[in-house]
């Protein structure tokens, strides 16, 4: 186990330092690490090791070090906002996986058609999406309503026919 203690002692001490010192810090540690670690440092990932890019070059650069400060924090923002979108793509090709496979997977024995309404009378022909629209069997017709309009209902893309007026209501 690390001493936490003489961490946060140096962090301590590092907070009372400005930007400019703490470059040198840096530096010392990682020729410290070099010389002296055991084994190399946990890899960074791609958005780290590219904003400690930037930082070098703005350091080899001679920039100012409350310009680079100023630099990181708002890269350090982007990098939030990527890792955030890194992480809904990585979601949501999970669950495109998912689907896919329950798609894939064979259907259970003695699941034909009409057990479950996942059988193959769910699909036109073609694999497409059933005309009906709602992905069943369409339903027996029912009877229509005292005083309505009888014959078939809308059809999807066709206009409804003006309603009947057969003087049985008010208008």
């Keep these: 186990?690390?001493?936490?203690?003489?961490?946060?002692?140096?962090?301590r001490k590092l907070a009372n330092l400005p930007d400019e010192r703490l470059y040198q810090v840096l530096d010392f540690v990682e020729f410290l690490e070099t010389k002296y670690a055991p084994e190399p440092a946990a890899s960074a990932n791609f958005f780290q090791r590219f904003a400690e890019g930037v930082e070098d070059r703005l350091r080899a650069g001679r920039?100012?070090?409350?310009?680079?400060?100023?630099?990181?924090?708002?890269?350090?923002?982007?990098?939030?906002?990527?890792?955030?979108v890194a992480a809904a793509g990585k979601s949501v090709a999970s669950d495109i996986a998912e689907v896919a496979q329950r798609a894939?997977?064979?259907p259970p024995p003695g699941g034909g058609a009409?057990?479950?309404?996942?059988?193959?009378?769910?699909a036109a022909p073609g694999g497409a999406a059933p005309a009906s629209g709602?992905?069943?069997?369409?339903?027996?017709p029912r009877p229509a309503a005292p005083g309505a309009a009888s014959g078939p209902g809308p059809t999807s893309g066709?206009?409804?026919p003006p309603p009947v007026d057969r003087g049985d209501r008010p208008a």
């Design 1 to 11: 186990m690390p001493n936490e203690f003489l961490r946060d002692r140096i962090q």
């Design 63 to 84: 920039v100012s070090a409350g310009a680079i400060a100023e630099t990181m924090n708002l890269m350090h923002r982007a990098m939030g906002v990527l890792n955030g």
């Design 104 to 106: 894939t997977a064979t």
């Design 114 to 122: 009409g057990s479950s309404g996942s059988g193959p009378s769910d």
């Design 134 to 140: 709602a992905g069943t069997t369409p339903a027996a």
């Design 158 to 160: 066709a206009a409804s």
